[in-house]
């Protein structure tokens, strides 16, 4: 069957370090994925994209890679804060190219101050 | 500029009723996109659409129907409400493959 997981419903890490979040797929061959930000109460928020032919992408603070024989992304957020607390999510294109997508569970972020 | 917008932002139903539920971007998006959001299990798409006038299912279409008459607006509608609907249901759009912009959200509760 066709999945998508996040490393783990809630990861803590210390104000200053490196959090480093996981989404892991199966039997999806998307062309590319993306990452959101969902704070409680409101609506996702895109943060970065990367397609299947890139093997990392930079934005800021961020950084994400997609290894597609893995079938795994990983959303690296460095020097975090506790303004990234958040839930973060990722997603598949699965057909179609941006006409249906299928999210991840997500990961609920804290970081301790 | 408003981006997207959903109406109404909660709402509690009986067993039975129907309800439609609005979303209206102003960015002139092609696409849009309906999903619920359920404890544990992520967002997950209801009904989209690639223009005005066309729409297509996702992956939990069942119990819902939808429209868009203009390019800015896209209806989801409850024709008969169950508890199984209840959730927060997103509305988002997109000018291409790539970014999707969503709207606050709606809490629907069925009693």
């Known amino acids: 069957s066709q999945k998508i997981e996040q490393n783990s419903e809630a990861l803590n890490i210390q104000e200053g370090k490196t959090a480093t979040l996981t989404c892991n797929y199966t039997?999806?061959?998307?062309?590319?994925l993306q990452w959101y930000r969902q704070d409680p109460g409101r609506g996702p928020v895109f943060l970065l994209l990367?397609?299947?032919?890139?093997k990392e992408k930079r934005k800021e603070r961020l950084k994400v890679t997609f290894d597609t024989t893995l079938k795994q992304s990983l959303f690296h957020i460095t020097a975090s804060q506790p303004a990234d607390s958040a839930t973060y999510l990722c997603?598949?294109?699965?057909?179609?190219?941006?006409?249906?997508?299928?999210f991840g569970p997500g990961t609920r972020l804290s970081v301790l101050p | 500029n408003a981006g997207v917008t959903q109406t109404p932002k909660f709402r509690v139903l009986k067993t039975g009723q129907s309800m439609t539920l609005l979303c209206a971007q102003d960015m002139n998006h092609e696409y849009m996109y309906w999903y619920r959001q359920d404890p544990g299990m992520g967002l997950r798409l209801i009904h989209y659409?690639?223009?005005?006038?066309?729409?297509a299912k996702g992956e939990v279409p069942d119990g819902y129907n939808v429209s868009r008459l203009k390019k800015q607006n896209f209806l989801l509608g409850l024709e008969s409400a169950a508890p199984s609907q209840t959730s927060v249901y997103f509305c988002a759009s997109s000018p291409s493959e790539d970014t999707q912009y969503f709207g606050p959200g709606t809490r629907l509760t069925v009693l």
């Open positions: 039997n999806y061959s998307p062309a590319y």
């Open positions: 990367i397609r299947e032919n890139e």
């Open positions: 659409s690639v223009g005005e006038g066309t729409t």
């Open positions: 997603a598949l294109d699965v057909g179609n190219y941006g006409q249906n997508f299928v």
